[in-house]
């Protein structure tokens, strides 16, 4: 069954460079959500989309921005990079409302690593 | 402030016993409890989730019980297998007011020894 694909899997940008991580969510999928895990912590959410619209917005730095596509697919583009953005991004794809019970299907993530 | 708690960052059990797992949160807003688990390399995977109307809920060898008086939820393996030793996260979600974002313990690190 097709999965999340997120691309690229693995990153390197010095600081100050910019990134565009990509997200293809699971077909039929209306909902999708990034979320940000730095060393030996939580995945921290940073922003959702529900059909094309931004839906919620958690701890993402005005530095970095998203949007998600007539197709669905996300991107997140990460300005100014800094050392502390260094982390693994994960995407997340589920059908509006059912979340809750079925929870999310998450990629397998991109880490980005910020020299 | 950490909604979301899982206060033991690693466990070790024998394969064949019970596995529990502890979360506690504080957001008495939150209605839905969902366990993810995740190995190395890969994006967290759903487990079993638990609306906050129910106190129990199960799916094969996992358990999931919520005690909402306590603000505790615990996930039961049984019988724990060597292929169970993954990190599990607790998770949240408070879906009233239409976002179902999950707020994330920092996980629970399960070893299974042969």
């Known amino acids: 069954a097709a999965g999340v694909i997120q691309s690229p899997r693995h990153l390197i940008k010095e600081k100050r460079e910019t990134a565009t991580l990509k997200c293809y969510p699971i077909p039929r999928h209306d909902t999708v959500y990034w979320y940000q895990q730095g060393p030996g912590q939580d995945p921290q959410f940073l922003i959702s989309?529900?059909?094309?619209?931004?839906?919620d917005k958690g701890s993402i730095p005005d530095r970095f921005s998203a949007q998600q596509f007539s197709d669905y697919h996300s991107e997140l583009n990460m300005s100014s990079l800094e050392l502390g953005d260094s982390a693994l991004y994960f995407c997340?794809?589920?059908?509006?409302?059912?979340?809750?019970?079925?929870?999310?299907?998450f990629g397998s993530g991109t880490r980005l690593t910020v020299v | 402030d950490q909604q979301v708690k899982q206060n033991s960052p690693s466990l070790s059990v024998q394969e064949g016993r019970i596995s529990i797992l502890n979360c506690d949160y504080t957001?008495?807003?939150?209605?839905?409890f969902l366990w993810y688990k995740k190995y190395p390399a890969e994006g967290p995977t759903f487990l079993i989730s638990i609306s906050s109307i129910k106190d129990k809920n199960e799916d094969g060898r996992f358990t999931v019980f919520l005690n909402k008086s306590a603000k505790h939820l615990s996930l039961h393996i049984v019988p724990s297998q060597p292929g169970d030793s993954a990190v599990y996260f607790c998770a949240a979600s408070a879906t009233q007011g239409g976002s179902e974002k999950l707020v994330f313990g920092k996980g629970t690190k399960l070893t299974v020894n042969p």
């Open positions: 957001n008495s807003m939150f209605d839905y």
């Open positions: 997340a794809s589920s059908l509006a409302g059912i979340a809750g019970n079925y929870g999310y299907t």
């Open positions: 989309f529900y059909e094309k619209m931004q839906s």
